[in-house]
């Protein structure tokens, strides 16, 4: 458990920033980059976790459950919640571009913030209207994002699974706000560098995994979990954007 002063320094939420999940996790991460909590170790109980973020005990416990089912920590009854021992190893499992502010366009983190505000409900008209033969397209599409050859071409198909998604709707409003969104990150090249050389093999799988159990759950008509995932996945993309900064 960490000591006093490390839990001091975690305390990284200001009193006039909206207290959300995302913050807390992204808090939490940067904790576990900086030493202040290592893998395998307990963490503080969600009380003294709100206390030294200066947030709710409820953004902290959906941050922890987000945590557990990304794999990072482990709740033991009667005993309390632990880091995985591989915990630190999510940083080499992550897209760490960093993300710049644009005056023509909005910035990456302006875009995902706002596609939390509907996205994840949006699931919901996506389980009812969607034909199986699309589901299959977003399944050779999720092939396409784990052999993508390119950077560049591994965001176009992580986009154009999310083009899918929202066409799926029938939704013709839905559909031009995703094109949009696309507009947008295309014009700005997506904020990559060396754009024609690979992703990482570990930043591939694990955009794979995430994105394949949404589409799982759109397969198995589950509109409540393919709702909680496309929220964690997006909660997961905010707080990670320009982690290391």
């Given amino acids: 458990m960490p000591s006093d002063s490390a839990l001091a320094q975690l305390a990284v939420i200001a009193t006039n920033d909206r207290a959300t999940p995302s913050l807390v996790y992204r808090a939490l991460l940067r904790s576990i980059r900086d030493g202040q909590m290592v893998p395998g170790a307990k963490l503080p109980n969600e009380r003294e976790l709100a206390q030294q973020l200066n947030t709710s005990r409820t953004a902290v416990r959906s941050a922890l459950a987000m945590m557990e089912r990304q794999g990072l920590v482990l709740r033991r009854v009667g005993s309390g919640t632990y880091l995985t021992d591989d915990a630190d190893l999510v940083f080499d499992r992550m897209d760490q571009t960093s993300v710049a502010s644009h005056d023509t366009v909005p910035s990456f ?137």
Avoid: C
């Fill in 109 to 245: 983190a302006e875009i995902v913030e706002g596609r939390l505000l509907f996205e994840p409900a949006m699931m919901h008209l996506v389980v009812n209207r969607v034909q199986e033969e699309e589901i299959l397209d977003m399944r050779r599409t999720l092939e396409q994002i784990l052999a993508a050859p390119t950077w560049e071409d591994f965001k176009e198909q992580i986009y154009a699974l999310h083009r899918q998604m929202f066409a799926s709707t029938q939704n013709k409003f839905l559909m031009q706000i995703m094109s949009s969104i696309l507009d947008d990150r295309r014009a700005v090249l997506f904020d990559g560098r060396d754009t024609d050389k690979p992703a990482p093999q570990a930043v591939r799988q694990q955009t794979y995994k995430d994105l394949k159990a949404i589409v799982d759950a759109i397969g198995t008509r589950n509109a409540k979990l393919a709702e909680e995932l496309v929220s964690d996945h997006l909660m997961r993309t905010l707080a990670t954007i320009n982690i290391w900064q």
